[in-house]
């Protein structure tokens, strides 16, 4: 299980991805395949954000 934060740009409003994809890319280059991705956000977590590899 990886825990991520998805930070929100509150001029826009715009829920940022890219924290989350390079700390699994990290964790990947290591050998670790997280299992489970726990996002952490202020705001309501939009599911249009989510892409399955």
Same mark, same amino acid.
């Given at each position: 299980?990886h825990? &991520?934060l998805?930070?929100v740009?509150?001029? #826009? $409003?715009? /829920? =940022?991805? =890219?924290?989350? /994809?390079? &700390?699994?890319? &990290?964790?990947?280059?290591? $050998? !670790?395949?997280p299992? !489970? !991705?726990? %996002?952490? %956000? @202020?705001?309501? *977590? *939009?599911? @249009?954000? #989510?892409? !399955?590899?």
């Amino acid at each position: 299980m990886h825990v &991520s934060l998805v930070p929100v740009i509150d001029i #826009v $409003g715009e /829920q =940022k991805t =890219k924290p989350t /994809q390079l &700390s699994v890319q &990290s964790l990947r280059e290591l $050998g !670790l395949t997280p299992n !489970l !991705l726990a %996002c952490r %956000c @202020a705001a309501v *977590y *939009y599911l @249009a954000s #989510v892409h !399955l590899f």
